[in-house]
């Protein structure tokens, strides 16, 4: 299994930008898919984006369609988020999973997910 660690999170203004990396450690040999999650207090853990390691194709939740984009450099073995015009509802704690494809393609559902990050967290506020 992958090792997963996030950075990047902190405080930001609303409207404003982050960037979270998730470097990735460990060995599989075969694709996967990476998601980005999150968790607010009081919610449920929900998929954000996620990207297939076979075509780099990538699926975005509705609510984060625009704004968020997720990438990344195999040679850092890094995945990235970056998340733009955040809003106050964008507060959460945001974790990197990696998990088996679906048919060839990532999906945003946590029990897909078999290896997690520690999470980092984002704040939105003025």
């Known amino acids: 299994q992958l090792q997963l660690a996030e950075s990047g999170g902190g405080l930001v203004q609303p409207g404003g930008s982050l960037r979270l990396s998730c470097a990735a450690s460990g060995f599989r040999s075969y694709y996967f898919a990476i998601g980005w999650f999150r968790q607010a207090p009081g919610r449920e853990r929900e998929g954000v984006p996620c990207?297939?390691?076979?075509?780099?194709?990538?699926y975005y939740a509705d609510s984060v369609k625009g704004r968020f984009t997720i990438s990344r450099d195999n040679a850092k073995n890094t995945v990235y988020l970056q998340m733009n015009s955040l809003k106050s509802e964008d507060t959460a704690d945001y974790y990197c999973a990696s998990g088996p494809l679906l048919f060839g393609r990532c999906t945003l559902s946590p029990s897909r997910f078999n290896s997690w990050g520690q999470g980092t967290q984002v704040t939105v506020s003025s």
């Open positions: 990207i297939s390691t076979n075509d780099d194709s990538t």
